[in-house]
């Protein structure tokens, strides 16, 4: 069983950076790692992605703005968000997936708003 759980969030303008933490509770070293976001009135989407081995992948709407990175001795996910726009409010959430399948756990979630 791992938990996560995710800070950073808050309530910026636009054009501002954020960087969201996703602390694990147990090791993260076999796990994909993710950040999905849910907006109110949406569904849940995937941000972006970071495998066990450090591949990563990005929504279309954050590529260029938004790095995953990972600290396996940390057990920390990171997802630094630059040049916010009005649409990335949401809830964020970190997600940890088992890379040999079978687990798949979600953080509680973290509240961004990019407002003026």
């Known amino acids: 069983q791992v938990q996560l759980v995710e800070s950073g969030g808050g309530l910026v303008q636009p054009g501002v950076s954020l960087r969201l933490s996703c602390a694990a509770s147990?090791?993260?070293?076999?796990?994909?790692m993710g950040w999905y976001r849910q907006a109110p009135g949406k569904q849940r989407e995937l941000v972006a992605t970071?495998?066990?081995?450090?591949?990563?992948n990005y929504a279309d709407s954050v590529k260029g703005r938004f790095t995953i990175s990972r600290d396996n001795a940390k057990r920390t996910t990171y997802l630094q968000m630059n040049s916010l726009k009005f649409e990335d409010t949401a809830v964020y959430y970190c997600?940890?997936?088992?890379?040999?399948?079978?687990?798949?756990?979600w953080g509680q979630g973290t509240q961004v708003t990019v407002s003026s």
């Open positions: 997600n940890a997936d088992w890379s040999y399948g079978g687990e798949n756990y």
């Open positions: 970071i495998t066990s081995g450090g591949r990563t």
């Open positions: 147990a090791s993260i070293r076999s796990y994909n």
